[in-house]
């Protein structure tokens, strides 16, 4: 069965750069969520999206934004990147009102050195 | 704003024995949804198992089952026959019902199988 796919699976950056993140959701899947997850933490909800609208927004910081396509695949840009931004980025799908739960991608690992 | 808890930063069970993980969450929403993850050590995000609010009835898939108290906002998660394979990070999680809201976690529990 398809998978959420996300890529790259992992990046390296330096401080200051920019970096975009995509995530493919699975076939027929509407909504699109972005999470991060520092070492050692639970992972945070950043922004969601439906039907090509923001939907949800969490603890996502203002340097970051995100969209998503008519194709349904999201991108999060994240600029002026800070080594605190270090952390596995995960994109999760779901289909129409998220009743069956989410289905995560494997996630982008982004190292700021 | 809603929260989830975990009281057990890590839990150990000899194989093929039974353990449950705690998790206690705070809302004033009445229809919600909490789901449990599990996080091996390839971080791969897994759902294992979910629970409507507005459902009396726990969850069971194989192994695993819920213990859902809705007047005491706890979830407990009843792992049966433990095995190797179940060892992982385990996160409790919240998410109002309707629309595309994110997911609120609880900090996690690390599910130790001793052979």
């Known amino acids: 069965a398809a998978g959420v796919i996300q890529s790259p699976r992992h990046l390296i950056k330096e401080k200051r750069e920019t970096a975009t993140l995509k995530c493919y959701p699975i076939?027929?899947?509407?909504?699109v969520y972005w999470y991060q997850q520092g070492p050692g933490q639970d992972p945070q909800f950043l922004i969601s999206f439906y039907e090509k609208m923001q939907s949800d927004k969490g603890s996502i910081p203002d340097r970051f934004s995100a969209q998503q396509f008519s194709d349904y695949h999201s991108e999060l840009n994240m600029s002026s990147l800070e080594l605190g931004d270090s952390a596995l980025y995960f994109c999760?799908?779901?289909?129409?009102?998220?009743?069956?739960?989410?289905?995560f991608g494997s996630g982008t690992r982004l190292t700021v050195v | 704003a809603q929260t989830v808890t975990q009281s057990q930063p890590e839990m150990s069970v000899q194989e093929a024995e039974t353990v449950t993980l705690s998790c206690t969450y705070d809302t004033s929403e009445s229809d919600y949804y909490l789901f449990w993850y599990k996080q091996p050590p390839s971080r791969q995000m897994i759902l294992v198992i979910r629970?409507?609010?507005?459902?009396?009835q726990n969850a069971t898939e194989n192994r695993f089952s819920v213990n859902f108290q809705k007047a005491a906002k706890s979830f407990s998660l009843k792992i049966s026959d433990s095995q190797l394979g179940d060892a992982a990070m385990y996160f409790c999680a919240y998410r109002r019902g309707g629309g595309a809201d994110g997911l609120t976690f609880g900090k996690g529990t690390h599910l130790i199988i001793q052979p």
């Open positions: 999760a799908s779901s289909p129409p009102r998220g009743l069956d739960g989410y289905t």
């Open positions: 629970q409507e609010a507005y459902k009396q």
């Open positions: 076939p027929r899947h509407d909504t």
